[in-house]
């Protein structure tokens, strides 16, 4: 791939792109961390159910609640490497696919190194995905450990056990976190997909992704009744 054939018009939204998903990853896990989300909202509630988890006697229902989460990420990290094995398929036969989309009205001509470039891109963007859904399955294990070794209901009322809850809900906001980023690279990919047919659709598609984002993330609707739900765990 050589730059010289990639144009300014691409490299300017990509370097546009870049800007945007990391402005706005600082802007809302960063700058507005402890601002009402869905994410600290569900934080407290998180504390909650750690706390309602010190006493029961038996916390099969927690496990169960915890293999859920897992298996939500599992499919999701699965489906990454899906992803990533079809679109190095497609890296290795661009001279096909170029030539499959050539007639394909509305669909800006691109040189053969403009497409390695939108290819990597995608690659890059759900390798991230990847990792963070790895991650984010690490620490659900970690955290059903912590369910393992949480103190029995009659030490449920003492300082050390409110502690233990608080940081074990700490460690799943942790692990949320995490998938809630790669969902967020899923959202960009979807924007990067609109490079393919111009690269000003791009540019705007991506505009778009943060704006549905930052709406699902700090003023939906499922937001405001999470928030009205109370909550029996303390915000930190």
Known sequence: MHMSNISLINLAVLGWFLVVWNGYTFYADH????????????????????????????RIVDTTIMSALMRSVGLFSSTTLLILAGLLAILGSLDKVQA????????????HAEWELKILVLIVIFVYA???????????????????????????????????????????????SNFNRGMRAYYFAL???????????????TLWVVAVVYRREFRSHTLGFLDGIPGTGTQT
């Open 100 to 111: 499959l989309v050539r007639d394909i009205p509305y669909v800006v001509i691109a040189t």
């Open 130 to 176: 990847f990792f963070k859904f790895a991650w984010s399955l690490r620490q659900f294990n970690y955290s059903i450990t912590l369910i393992g070794a949480a103190p029995p209901p009659s030490q449920a009322e003492s300082s050390d056990a409110q502690a233990f809850a608080v940081g074990a809900a700490e460690v799943i906001a942790l692990a949320v």
């Open 31 to 58: 700058f507005k961390r402890n601002s009402r989300s869905l994410l600290t909202v569900m934080r407290k509630h998180r504390q909650g159910w750690m706390q309602q988890m010190l006493h029961r006697d038996v």
């Open 191 to 205: 924007a990067a997909l609109s490079w393919f047919l111009h690269p000003l659709l791009f540019s705007v598609s």
